[in-house]
Structure formats: C-alpha cells, structure tokens
C-alpha cells in the first residue's frame, strides 16, 4: 500500500464517511464535502507530471490474491497519468458544478456516493497493469454509470437508458476478459507490460486473431462505437454533471485508453489497423450525421460525443500504423499525437458543453431546440461560453479545437501513403470521410449557438429564464478558458503531457519533441480541407431546409434501436419459455432433477472408471452407532406410515438429532454442534410453516407417484453408499487434511481447525456464503411481502 | 394475548401457552442460551463452536421468546429490525478482509497479538474473530428474519391459499 494506492482508493474510501455524512448531517450542500477529494488526487497527479515527463515510469505493486496473480499493480506513464489528471481534475469541476445543479431536495448521498465509486473505479482502470484488476476496475465503472443513469430511478426512461447502458457495456466488458485470458494464456502474466515484452510469441499465436476481436468488443463497446453506440443517447437520462463527467470526458474514454495501451502489443495486426480506422471512421460520420437531427439539446451532444469519440478512435487506429513502420518515421506518428492532443480538447469543450447544457436547463425546464431561441442577451455569459466551446468543436482558429482537427485532417491525407496489402486502395476515402464528418460536425456546432441564443425569444419555456448563480458557471468558465489557452499556446502541453502520452503509446523512449502550429503554409492539404470543411457546413447549414428531409428516409425497422428492444423483448420470451419448462413450482420435480443428476452422472462416472471395492479399510460399527442408526430407520418408517403432520416433525427432528449424536462419535464435534443448533431451529421453522401448508393428506396420493419416488430414493442411497465405499478404497492423492494440521497454529493461530479453515484459509468462500445467506433471507423477505393484488399491480406491504 | 401457536390452531396447547411457569422459564433459559452461544461463539478459534453455530443458537433463542410469548411480545422486548442486522453483519464481514489489505497483505491475511489482561491473563486478538462476528450477525439476523416473518400475524392474516380454522 503506498501513496499511490491510496490516491485511487481514496474516493471509495471517503464514500463511506459521505455516505454516513449525509445521514446525520444535512444543513451544508453535500458536494462541498466531496469536492476537496478529487482536487487533491489531481494535485497530487499533478506533483508526477515532471517525473513522468522526463521519461521515467512509476511502478508501485500490492499484492490482492497473488495466488491467482491478481494483484494491484499501478503502472504510471504518460499516458495513464494523462487520463488519471483528466478523470480527477474534470471530476472536481464536476463535483463543484453539481453543487450548483443539484438542489439539495435531491437524494444527494446517492449521487456523490456513486460519483466517488466511480472515480476509483476509473482511476483503478487507466492506472492498472494487472489486466485482471483493469477488468475488475472496468466492470465496476459500468455498475456505477448504471446507477448513476438510473439516479432519478422513478423515470421510466431513466431505467430504461440505465439498462441499455449495463447490458451494452458489460456484454463487451466480458468478452473483454476473454480476450485478456487468452493473452494470459499465451504469455503467461497478467501483466500489460509483460505482455509488451512479448510481442513475438503473441505474433505466432493463432489465437491472438481472437484476442484482438475480443478485446476490441470491450473497446467499442465502453467508448460507444458504431454499431454500439445506441446506448449512450439513453444515458443522457443521467443527472447534466454525470453526462458531463461519465458520458463524455471520463468513463467512455476507457474504450480509448485501452486500445492505446494494447496498441503496442497489436500494432502489428493488420485485423487492429483497419478495424479501428474503420469503426472510427463510420461512427464519426454516422454520429455527426445523426446529431443534427436531434432536438433535445443532450441527444445533439450524446450524438456529438460519439462522433468525436469515433474521431480520436480513428486516429489510434493511424497511430497503430506508427508502431508498424517505426516511430522515427513521423509519418503516422502526428495521428497518435493528434489523437492524444484531441483527447485533452474534447474533454474541455465538450465537458463545457455539457455544463452549459444543463445551464440552459436549469434555468429555462427545457433541453428542446424548438422551445429555445434569443437567449444572448438573456445569457451572456454562457452564450460566450457556448460560441467558443461551439466554435473550438467545429474547428475553427484559433482555439484548440482547430489545431487537433487539422492534426486529424493532416494523419488522414498522410493514410493515403500507408500499405494498403490487405484491403484494395481505398486511400481517398479516409480523407473524403473525415472531411464528411467535419463538415456535419461545423453544422450541429452552429445549431447549437443560433437555436439557443440567437434567432428570436421563445415565450414558452416553462421557466423564466435568466443568467446562471456564479457557482454554477465557474466550471465551465474554467473549461473555457483552457480551451482558449490551449488553443493560442497548443505547446504548453506538448512538451509536459502529450509527448510522455504518444510515446507510450508509441512504446518509445525516443522524444518525439512535438510542436504544434497554428500556421502549415499555403501547401498544406489541411489548410484547404479546412477551408472547404467551413464553406460547405455553412452552405449545408444555411439549406438545411432543402436536405433535412433525409433524415425520414428508411423505416424504422432497421435502427438499431429497434433491433436492440426487439432482441431485449424476445430473449426475455425466450428465456421464460425456458424457465417455465423447467420450472414447475413443486420442489418434488426440482428433487427429481437434483437427485436425477446425481444417480445418472454418479453412474457413468462408477461404470467408467476402474475402481475396486477395499472392505479392509472400514471401520467396525461399534453397538452404540448400531443404536443410533436403528433409531434412525425407526423414525424413518414412522415418519414414512404416519398420518399427523405433528408426528412427521417430530420424527424428522429425531433424525437430525440422532445424526448430530453419530457426528459425536467420529468426533466431528463442530459438525454436531450446528447440526443440533439447525435442527432445533428448523423444527420452529416447520411448525410455522405447516399454517401455510394447504390441508391435504400425503395418502390421497397416487400408487404410481409414490413408486417413483421409492425408486428414486433406492436410486440415490445404493449410489450414494457405492460412491462412500469407493470413495474411502481409492485415495489417489494424500489427504489434505495433513496440511491444516500442519499450519493451523503457526500461520493462523488457531486452535479450532475447523473454525480456522472457515475464517481465515477459506475465508473468502464464507464471506461469499455469509452474503447468500444474507441475499436468501431478503428474498424470502420480498417473496413474503411484495404480492401481486388482484389488479396485477405489485403491492408492497411494510413491516409491522 | 394470543399466543403464536393458538394462531397456528393448536388449541390445546393453547391452555399450555398461558403457563407462568414456561414464561419465565423462557426468559432465564433466554439468557442461558444467548451467554452460551457468545461463549461458543468467542471459544469458536480454539474449541468447537464459531460464528454460525454461536448465531443459530442466538436466533434459537430468540424463538424461544417467540413460542412462549407472540411476534408482538416479542417486538417489544427487541426492538432489532432483522433487515438492518443482516446489512450490519454483512458490512462487518466485507469491511474486515478490506481492512486487512492496508497491513500489505494480501487479502483475508489475518492479524493477530496476544494481550496481557489482568484477570484473562494472555487473551488473543484476532482479526478473523472480528470477521466471525460478521457473520454471527448475519445468520442470526436472516434466521430470526425468516422465521419472525413467517410467524408475522399480519402475514398470516392475509395470506391467501392458507386453511384458515
């Protein structure tokens, strides 16, 4: 555990104190006690940037379950640190605009409990070698987006757009582990850098195809790539600080991440190379395209983040072609820094946005562009924060948006020298598609500016709406004045964060010594790309209404959206079909299969193996077990011919009773204590249950039923002796109770070994049990309490 | 007062159920069983007992109370919400392996000295004794919340398909 550790495992750890805060202590806005967090993570990452930058690593391990080689391995470059200052420093703007947001009427421990899950959750993801951690971390980003979309969980949308996102993102995330344990199964680490090491043998390997295939799903999937990226507009159903924060700076940004880090360990692949581009390429234009149709001012962002992550994605998949023809070539080597460089912009202009968003929101109660019009004088201080976040998006000089979009325009045009040995020489359609999408992005910027502050005043909204309290407007004030710093001077951060970054992705130790200019002389292909990309978006914007009844060509029975529910719809009618099959609701059948399981498979297994019966090895039954199982049989019969359910429990308890005296006598005294303690409590469990036992008797039942059971019972006890006996005749590997004896005392200091195996050697199996049990009594709980009426309707009763 | 069993039609025993005499004698027994089961419960890392069974005996005696008085006797005496006890139990038995990872160690690495107390002599501190009070509570929160919960008048009452006498 060292400082570093504690860095990422300090907001789930302050989460716990916020959450118990919030119970006791309500007069102060809760985000004021959350945000000093993530400023002193981005404080602290901020003390590594000079270390990082002048090319030196941070390594720091902590071992978790090392037997399974998962351990909390930070690994700190530039690139990890990159994204950690991006999560932690967004993330305290974030935190202090929620502030703003939120009123303190809403359920504010949830939402900063959640928000502080999540920004470990991402931290652990970016700064882990360990992929089993990394997955483990990624995971645990998608349960907390979950329930940050679905904060205001009364909503039906909410729900519904908190569903999609789980089941999208978590469907990728597990074919991800495949992939990873494929990788594993080749070089034999869990560690990413490791695996670097390895790049040959993973080269040789058929299998890595599949990797490559799998991971990738986990890739595109979290960064919402086409065809994927249907779930992110649904989560714009999340609170306008989580959108901002999760849906566009941070969490969909993992996808990014992880393709940049494996670039090193894939680049090779041709598979990697073109899938990347491609998938980039087209969710670029598509999303573009889609985004300026849409009216509700989230849906244009959602739609715009996804486009501009396609954007950044297809410059990773550029850059991939660098590691390929070697760095030092620096013809692809502008893609990774442009990809990095564009990176660091989205995450101020968009984050901006998205605060301006919900500035508009907050003060007007609508996000509809029709409702919204001739704000700017209304608003002039988000109307100048929108036109230079808006402008920046669209690429416009001089802010920083333009230099990383010219970077793009400028690795495409060089994509027209790249090998093309795999497909046919498509080179002219990466330009050609990258400038498509450009010129849909300049139209949704400028949507964005003249349907909200321009054009004439809306007297319908439903609130009268005014310029924003200053809480709420510093963050994106402070976004916006990055994106103009950045923007005239582009090379404070080249030196200190984007080299370290693309050099690491790179796998580098050469400096690259970026510079970025505003200026590329009349010859560049960018220039007139940029040119030609304003012209058209203007003329486009200016005759949208001539072209935009495009967007109600193709019926609606071929969006995804549609192929999504109706999958959803019909795997659910498919699975209760399933279930019902199966699920007969008499636990006699549910026996049956139990029991069915265990004779068919015991058998085959007897028949097949060569085994040998040793009667030598038994012990001799002494008189007073003889009495105990002649008590036994008696209650049995008793049990088996009586009439009066009473009688039938009475006699039940005498088994269970006689079997913990059986237990005393081959001195499992552990074993007999809980056996006595379960029996005594569940005779009380049957006599309360029997009240809701219909009045029946077990003798109405058929002859052909009960004959059945018989065989069945004769099946499961001549199997269940044959297994004893062969069981105890054939020991093929020494017992592994000489072990516990052994260590019991030195390595756990205990004396009970039972008790020491279940507390501390196989702790983790009983804590796991202690939570189904826990899970099983809420269940009966809920089986209990929550009944559907008469109406259908669920109907909760609360507990007396 | 209508006892618990009355409700469930036994009513013979019912006259039983009046009985001063098992009343208080629940109450003492009451006590027996609950010390006994902390005593299994902390002797549980060197001699046979444990957090399982010291929790079952717990609840078990808990439903002592139960059968000799009612579910609203018995609401009274304890007035214990078994939905937050599990959540205790369970939150206890995660917090402790998570705890135990700032020693350096990986997870579930127990930690334990030895104490010199004045009348004890050398006690031992274990971790893994505190983890096993977690689960103590949980079992006897989840059997005490099944149990009470079948017994639960207002349950019964309402429930539909039961023979009602």
Redesign the interface.
Known sequence: ?TLIHFAILLPVIAAVGIGILYRFYKKVHLGWFVLPIPAVITVYLATLIPAVSNNQVIYET??????VGMNFDVYIDGLSLLFAILIAGIGTLVVLYSVGYLSKQEKLGNFYVYLLIFMTAMLGVVLNDNVLMLYLFWELTSISSFLLIAYWFTRERSIYGAQKSMLITMFGGFLMLGGFIILSLITDTYSIRGMIEQVPAIQEDPLSMLAIVLILFGAFTKSAQFPFYIWLPDAMEAPTPVSAYLHSATMVKAGLYLVARFTPLFAFSELWVWSILGVGLITLVWAAFNAIKQDDLKAVLAFSTVSQLGLIMSLLGAGALAVQTGAAEGLFTVAVVAAVFHLINHATFKGALFMIIGIVDHETGTRSLKKLGGLMTIMPISFTMTLITSLSMAGIPPFNGFLSKELFLEAMFALREADFSVLADVSVLFPLLAIVGSIFTFVYSVILIRGIFMGKQMPATPKKPQEAPALMLISPMILTLLVVVFGLFPNLLSGSIIDPAAMSILNTSEPLNTEIYHWHGWDSPALWATIAIIAAGALMYLFRDFWKPVYRLGADAFTLNYLYDQGLIYSRLGAERITDGYMTGYIRSYLIYIFGAFVIFSLITLINTDISFDWGVTAPIALPEMLIILIILAAVTAMLITRSRMVSIIMFSTIGFSLSLLFVFFRA??LA??QL??E??TT??F?????????RSRHEEHRRFKLNNLMISAAVGVVATVIGLAAYSNRLFDSISQFYIDNVYDL?????M???I???FR??D??FE??V??I???G??VL??LRVTKEGENKY?E?? | MKS??K???YNRVHKQMNDVFLKYTAKVVFLVIITFSIN?FFS??????????GG??A??AI?LLL?AYDLKTL?KMLRI???RT?TL??AI??II?ILL??F?????T?Q?TYLQLPVFGEV?I?T??I??V??YI??A???L???T????E???A??E???KE
Do not use: W
Request: hydrophobic share 50%; glycine share 12%.
């Open positions: 555990m902590m071992q978790f379950m090392p037997r005294v552990d204590l809980t303690a379960v005594a409590i009380a469990l006599l309360l249950a029997f009240f809701h036992l219909p009045k756990a200091a205990g004396g009970n039972v008790n020491v279940l507390v501390d702790g983790l009983t804590l202690t939570l049990f826990g099983a009594g809420l009966v709980f209990l309490k009763e507990h007396p | 618990t069993l409700k469930l039609g299994l549980g890392h060197y001699t046979p007992g444990g957090g399982f069974v079952l005996l609840a078990g439903i059968l609401r919400d078994d939905k599990i139990g369970l038995s995660f392996p990872m700032f350096g160690t990986p997870l579930f127990h334990y031992p274990h893994a004794v983890f096993d977690g689960v949980t079992v929160g989840t059997t919340l099944i149990i919960l079948l017994a639960s207002q349950f019964m309402e429930s398909g039961a023979d």
